[in-house]
């Protein structure tokens, strides 16, 4: 079942409460749709360093779409139940990571396996993934905390690090494969 899409500005009501540019794009597991904000883009851009070209954003969008793929395949509610069970919330924080970098590997999935069902209609240009990596390095929480408070606090993490980020994008990209995207063991 494919999600629903919306596109917003400023802010929009959603199945998870009231989305806000703030927030960037996300996916409500709830009412199953992606929201992406427009303003997003030029904040990755001016804000956060990363590259505002085509792959980078369809980067970002790719992962949002692995959370759906979380969601249909029970990922997001195992992380849920686990995240209620866990003694503290960097042991919560910890499933959170887990599952966002998963989300990071099947955008990577998606970027190899892209040229491929499209018939060679959509397809990788020379320097694509470096823009999804330079994209990954921005929005790492390592990166991201350095830039608003001047350190960086691990067990506060909810993403993943840049590193992080970076290498399961890959993962998922050379690989092509999303069984290779197991981000929990």
Sequence with gaps: K???TVIYTQGTGTGCGYGQAAMGPFYCPADQTI????????????????SGADF????????????????LTGASQQ???AQQQARNQAEANKYSVALELQADCYAGVWAARAAEASNGQVALERGDMAEGLK????IGDDMLQKR??????????????????????TRGYESGDPRQCDTFN
């Design 79 to 81: 992380v849920r139940k």
């Design 148 to 169: 608003s408070t001047g350190r960086v606090s691990p067990e506060g993490f909810t993403h993943g690090s840049a590193e992080q980020r970076m290498e399961w994008l």
């Design 135 to 138: 994209t990954a390095n921005a």
């Design 35 to 50: 929201y992406l904000d427009l303003s997003f883009w030029q904040q990755m851009e001016t804000q956060l360093g990363a």
């Design 2 to 4: 494919k999600p629903n």
């Design 56 to 71: 980078a954003r369809a980067y970002v969008i790719a992962h949002e779409f692995g959370h759906h793929v979380q969601t």
